[in-house]
């Protein structure tokens, strides 16, 4: 062991070893993994060790095919067996919601470019697997690439290829720990103490308690999962090729062969969670005890689907611990305030994905960013409220419990909720707020009467009405919209203005005026889609997405600079937004200011009633709007006092369904959608607000050869859909021809022009308007065409008028 290294990686099991195997093939090889006891002794040893490429997030199904695809050439690389079987799987559906979830998700997996799936009749379902009972199966969705390795193999072979590259293996070597220093870290070990730049915790089942040195709290907890493995099955042994995967969503079960017998794991209802702040430093290659009548329901589900297992005896039981985050998926990357820290944890299903989040951060640590989209898996999608352990307790709870129970596009998860609510949520809910969340905020959806009850589904529900009549509302009267789920960063300081113009790729709006605001990383890839307001007085802000406070803060403090304070007051300033012809008339009622002459994209302080309030005139429904802000204390004056004055002006209360619908009929984008971190400018039309003769800007070199060179090869285009009863929603795959030419990112219906409208990602040379495409909604394919930008009032006449 030497005294310094360039990277530590703190842990030993598969997603470690991978973060140690890919710094080494980047280029990176003064690196070294720290393994308190032997390689393995922790999840891995016991993991199922399963493998498959599908999974609801597309980016994290892509990362989950690299590792895929990774595993041949690093047993090549490393020379030891990784015992890989690739036997194919299949993912069945017994109820009629789940197969045409699976017709769905099939088309879904094709746009992303995972061509080797196809649906599989019940039929073809017991013929791949011959003991598999397929009374009450509807259908399948069989995939080539699904199958599972021997765990230890695996490791073993990502460590060997590392060292191969250059780096070091330590093991038997606890971290005691962690100091940090003004050019990086000691890492105090049983063994002596290292200096190094960089620490990244890939501590499994102990990743709490090394957050825990560095004064970071990681929302995660261990869960007990079962699986068991039988003895020899007459059944199995007669066979002459190798079972396949299967998953049996309605019995929450998922099984393979093992040598004559076979695996049978189990997601149950009723979760258990074990060592919640981080398992024993004595635990390792140890097993919890079983629990059968715990699972005795799911159990009796597999004895159904597979007879022969009626009578098979248990050679094993293997009931261990897997570390999960709220959502499930992996928690990766830098954490803002703790320099040179970085997360790969949370990974429950660590051979699977392992590789990609292995491949991610490493690509983050040596170039600055990523090649995929990992905003799913980023560490800074939560913030200080998922900390909470009853917080993380529910919400992991749900995830576990719900691994294989169908979640609808409409429905509304209860874990960790309500949380953090805007002042005026009580009064709203008396007036029939429905509610979703954002980022842990109770935001509201739509209102509806009393003893309504919206029914999940993944086709139009039985709120479509009662959000036509907000939109309506708002395109012909006024809509007053809560926007407390708005980000708000204050930014002064002698400094502010120039790091304003470096960090933004827009020319900086004047005193009194906003301006939509581009952010680009040094790669001209897009890091946001702002407003920026110049008030006037010395103070600016920037808004944004509320579920990207923390990943906007990082990104931000990671580029501060002497003379400029930022703040994140998104919690302290909250307020209302007024949208239609009305909104104006419902303002002049409250004000004796000149707010009549305030100019579209104006801003300025205004007395709105008895509040004292920022007032922006711009609004992402394409109606004349208005954005108020006020403290939160305030909140509750400023919703009564718009209330009353526009009781006679038509003024509907509104959620974000109907903004939803009214920003495609405008063919606006929104980010995580038409604006994510892997897009250009170019691609996405943000490049129309790039101030091409300003002074440098983070990001202008590269913008700038987009701009100079042959253009993107994909646009965002708005599609009008021959839809029925559904619309799309993202993902969904985009065809010419038999041709996929892209994605839809983001769908709905346009309920002022009764369209169902949807943005796209589609080829260029596709993007005309006027071309013939179609779309698969809801797994059913339906004729779209190419339509000009903002089918409602494309002038914009609405939005510039009073």
Not at 228 to 234: A, D, F, K, R, S
Not at 669 to 688: A, C, H, K, L, V
Request: aromatic fraction near 10%; hydrophobic fraction near 40%.
């Amino acid at each position: 062991m030497k005294s310094q290294y360039r990277v530590v990686v703190i842990g030993g099991g598969v997603v470690g070893a991978s973060v140690l195997y890919h710094l080494a093939k980047l280029g990176w090889s003064d690196v070294c993994l720290i393994e308190r006891d032997v390689l393995t002794a922790g999840s891995s040893w016991h993991a199922a060790g399963g493998i498959h490429a599908l999974n609801a997030d597309p980016n994290i199904a892509a990362l989950q095919g690299y590792t895929i695809d990774l595993l041949s050439e690093i047993e090549a690389e490393s020379g030891q067996s990784i015992g890989l079987h690739m036997t194919g799987g299949m993912h069945l559906a017994g109820t009629p919601d789940r197969w045409e979830w699976l017709q769905s998700s099939y088309r879904r997996f094709q746009s992303i470019g995972i061509d080797d799936v196809h649906l599989i009749t019940p039929e073809e379902a017991g013929r791949l697997s011959p003991v598999l009972n397929t009374e009450g199966i509807l259908g399948g969705m069989w995939a080539n690439r699904e199958g599972y390795v021997d765990t230890t193999g695996t490791v073993h072979a990502y460590a060997i290829a590392a060292k191969k590259r250059g780096a070091s293996v330590i093991e038997h070597n606890r971290v005691l720990e962690l100091q940090q220093v003004p050019d990086g870290w000691q890492v105090v070990t049983e063994k002596g103490t290292i200096r190094c730049e960089h620490v990244v915790n890939a501590a499994g089942l102990w990743a709490k308690q090394v957050g825990r040195m560095a004064g970071i709290e990681l929302p995660l907890s261990p869960l007990a999962h079962h699986y068991l493995v039988t003895e020899t099955i007459p059944e199995i042994a007669a066979l002459e090729t190798e079972l396949p995967m299967v998953v049996d969503l309605e019995g929450f079960t998922y099984s393979r062969q093992d040598q004559k017998g076979m695996l049978v794991g189990i997601y149950e209802l009723n979760p258990k969670h074990w060592m919640m702040d981080g398992a024993p430093w004595e635990y390792g290659i140890e097993l919890l005890q079983e629990e059968p009548d715990r699972i005795e329901n799911e159990l009796m589900a597999a004895f159904h689907r597979f007879p022969a297992l009626q009578t098979a005896g248990v050679k094993t039981w293997v009931h261990g611990a897997f570390t999960f985050s709220p959502d499930g998926n992996p928690l990766v990357g830098p954490v803002r305030g703790v320099p040179g820290y970085w997360c790969a944890c949370a990974v429950m299903a660590g051979f699977l994905q392992g590789g990609g989040v292995g491949k991610s951060l490493a690509e983050w640590m040596i170039h600055g960013e990523t090649e995929a989209d990992v905003f799913g898996m980023d560490v800074a999608r939560y913030g200080d409220y998922a900390h909470n352990k009853d917080y993380i307790r529910q919400t992991t709870g749900q995830f576990y419990s719900r691994r294989f129970v169908m979640t609808y596009p409409n429905e509304q998860l209860p874990a960790g909720r309500p949380l953090k609510m805007s002042p005026a949520h009580d009064a709203m809910s008396a007036a029939g707020a429905r509610w979703g969340e954002s980022w842990g905020l109770e935001v509201p959806i739509y209102f509806a009467p009393e003893g309504f009850v919206e029914v999940p589904t993944l086709k139009r529900s039985n709120a479509f009405d009662l959000v036509a009549e907000e939109v309506r509302a708002t395109r012909t009267t006024v809509g007053l919209l809560d926007i407390a789920g708005f980000s708000r960063y204050k930014v002064s300081g002698p400094n502010a203005e120039a790091w304003l113009d470096r960090m933004m790729a827009c020319a900086l709006p004047r005193t009194g005026r906003a301006k939509l605001a581009p952010m680009l990383s040094e790669s001209g890839r897009l890091k946001g889609d702002l407003t920026l307001f110049n008030w006037g007085d010395g103070n600016w802000w920037i808004m944004g997405s509320y579920y990207l406070r923390e990943w906007h803060m990082r990104w931000f403090r990671d580029h501060i600079e002497p003379g400029v304070h930022l703040t994140d007051i998104s919690d302290a300033m909250v307020g209302f937004s007024l949208s239609g012809p009305n909104s104006l008339k419902v303002l002049e009622k409250l004000t004796d200011g000149p707010i009549a002459d305030l100019p579209f994209m104006g801003c300025g302080s205004f007395d709105i009633g008895l509040i004292r309030a920022r007032v922006g005139r711009l609004s992402v429904t394409g109606e004349l709007g208005y954005e108020i802000n006020c403290s939160a204390v305030e909140h509750i004056a400023l919703r009564r006092a718009l209330l009353d004055a526009g009781a006679d002006l038509g003024l509907r209360e509104i959620g974000f369904e109907a903004l939803g619908s009214l920003r495609l009929e405008k063919s606006f984008g929104i980010w995580s959608r038409e604006f994510t971190q892997i897009y250009t400018p170019g691609q996405t039309g943000m490049d129309r607000w790039i101030a091409w003769d300003k002074g440098d800007f983070i990001g202008r070199a590269a913008a700038t050869a987009e701009r100079d060179g042959n253009g993107p090869a994909q646009v965002i285009a708005t599609l009008e859909i021959d839809a029925t009863d559904a619309d799309a929603s993202g993902y969904e795959p985009v065809w010419q021809d038999g041709r996929r030419v892209g994605f839809v990112t983001s769908g709905g219906f346009g309920h002022w022009t009764g369209k169902s409208l949807a943005l796209a990602m589609i080829d260029r040379d596709c993007a005309a308007e006027g071309t013939a495409l179609s779309v698969h909604v809801v797994g059913a394919e339906r004729a779209a065409r190419v339509i000009a930008p903002s089918p409602h009032d494309p002038d914009g006449v609405a939005m510039r008028t009073t």
